[in-house]
């Protein structure tokens, strides 16, 4: 319930967009949610403060349908300048989540790609040159860097996710044969890691 306060100010903050999209919460795999929210506040504030925390965690559990603006103002005293772009990533986050048959952002799911995909890099056979590395690594950079028309914004996690979702998934094993990482596998690991 907002103050005379809190509606005044609702009425006088200019709001993003997608702000006016309502998310489902019962669409959204919440711990998944709640992990990339405590990731987040903890990275902004450079501490764990789980007053914070739960307060963010309450407001987007408190109904099915959460109000962002609301939330906007509400975080404003604890997060101050990052309040506005914290809540447009989360935002962004959620009606991602709200279209995946998981449950979990596209967005997400892009960086568990990328982690996954530089893991079986560094698992690549020893005999393997560096020379042979590094143009592994460079072949899918260039060609990550030439499709995804990326510009590097304040929220580096959202880049990465952006960037990795144009990087080229099959990694050479040259041992036997490609190992694809799909997105069902990365869902797999982010749902579980979550949970």
């Known amino acids: 319930m907002a103050t005379g306060v809190d509606a005044?100010?609702?009425?006088?903050?200019?709001?993003?967009?997608e702000f006016n999209q309502k998310v489902d919460m019962q669409k959204v795999n919440l711990q998944v949610m709640k992990k990339w929210i405590a990731s987040r506040v903890t990275e902004i504030l450079?501490?764990?403060?789980?007053?914070?925390?739960?307060?963010i965690f309450n407001l987007i559990?408190?109904?099915?349908?959460?109000?962002?603006?609301?939330?906007?103002i509400q975080l404003t005293g604890f997060l101050d300048k990052d309040t506005p772009s914290f809540c447009k990533d989360l935002w962004k986050l959620l009606l991602s989540a709200q279209t995946s048959p998981q449950g979990v952002p596209k967005e997400l799911l892009e960086a568990k790609k990328l982690e996954l995909?530089?893991?079986k890099l560094i698992k690549l056979p020893k005999r393997l040159d560096n020379d042979a590395m590094i143009l592994i690594g460079e072949t899918a950079?260039?060609?990550?860097?030439?499709v995804a028309e990326?510009?590097?914004?304040?929220?580096a996690a959202m880049t990465e996710a952006a960037w990795a979702a144009e990087v080229a998934l099959v990694v050479v094993d040259l041992v036997?044969?490609?190992?694809?990482?799909t997105s069902e596998t990365a869902g797999t690991v982010v749902a579980r890691e979550a949970g």
């Open 117 to 119: 995909i530089q893991e």
């Open 150 to 155: 990326v510009t590097r914004g304040a929220d």
């Open 8 to 17: 005044k100010l609702l009425k006088s903050t200019k709001f993003p967009p």
């Open 176 to 181: 036997h044969h490609p190992a694809i990482v």
């Open 61 to 72: 559990e408190g109904g099915r349908y959460p109000d962002i603006k609301s939330l906007q």
């Open 46 to 55: 450079s501490n764990e403060d789980d007053v914070v925390i739960e307060l």
């Open 141 to 146: 950079v260039e060609e990550a860097e030439e």
